[in-house]
């Protein structure tokens, strides 16, 4: 069965400092993975996906980038953080083909300080 | 523009009481329906899900869905709630259309349940 991790579970960070979030696949191959914001009292926004390996889309122009190094692994980075930019950080993916459901890690919990 | 509203931030249910929860949307076809639920702190669990065929579609923990295209509507019901249904619950959409790879989600609905 497929399952996906995510970590850290939570992370405080001064502002200014840099940021890296890791979502890791298994149990499939070439899954297509996005990355979410979920901010308080708010559903959830789209922002980044990727269907391949160096492939990265953009929704939100933001302070965060993206990449996907291997087929499974999906890294969430920024430079310099923002308070903005605290919030629960999910991971997603859905496979390759077939339908359009998608299915979420654990999330992330970051604090900007 | 695509956009999928849940017009109830927070519903207060009794425990063995009935519970529907509103989604309707807007597209210009019919999209892709999902509904998931989250617990606090905790990811995003896929409930349901309808891409055609019956309009009525039934999911894991006793939850089903009605899809009403006449309504753009996609509520999500359950006869008799239990004390463990306490969480968010989100509607989404994905878009049938090439090149588009996203779900939308609505804002959630607070779901709280009285002993």
């Known amino acids: 069965s497929q399952t996906i991790h995510q970590w850290p579970a939570t992370l405080v960070q001064p502002v200014g400092s840099p940021l890296s979030l890791e979502c890791t696949v298994e149990?499939?191959?070439?899954?297509?993975l996005y990355w979410y914001r979920q901010a308080a009292g708010r559903g959830l926004q789209l922002l980044f996906y990727s269907v391949g390996i160096g492939q990265i889309s953009s929704e939100v122009p933001q302070n965060l980038s993206a990449s996907r190094p291997q087929d499974r692994q999906f890294i969430l980075s920024s430079k310099k953080l923002l308070l903005s930019d605290s919030g629960f950080y999910l991971c997603?993916?859905?496979?390759?083909?077939?339908?359009?459901?998608?299915?979420f890690g654990p999330g992330t919990r970051l604090t900007v300080t | 523009a695509q956009s999928v509203t849940q017009p109830d931030i927070h519903i207060t249910v009794s425990e063995g009481a009935s519970l529907e929860l509103r989604c309707n949307y807007s597209y210009g076809a019919t999209p892709y329906l999902f509904w998931y639920v989250q617990s606090p702190g905790q990811g995003l669990q896929l409930l349901l899900k309808y891409f055609s065929g019956d309009t009525l579609v039934q999911g894991i923990k006793g939850f089903e869905a009605e899809f009403k295209r006449s309504q753009s509507s996609f509520n999500l019901r359950k006869p008799s709630v239990h004390w463990s249904d306490a969480a968010e619950y989100f509607c989404a959409v994905g878009l049938r259309a090439p090149n588009t790879d996203k779900l939308i989600f609505g804002t959630g609905t607070r779901l709280q349940v009285f002993p």
């Open positions: 997603a993916w859905r496979a390759g083909t077939g339908g359009r459901e998608q299915y």
């Open positions: 149990g499939t191959s070439n899954p297509n």
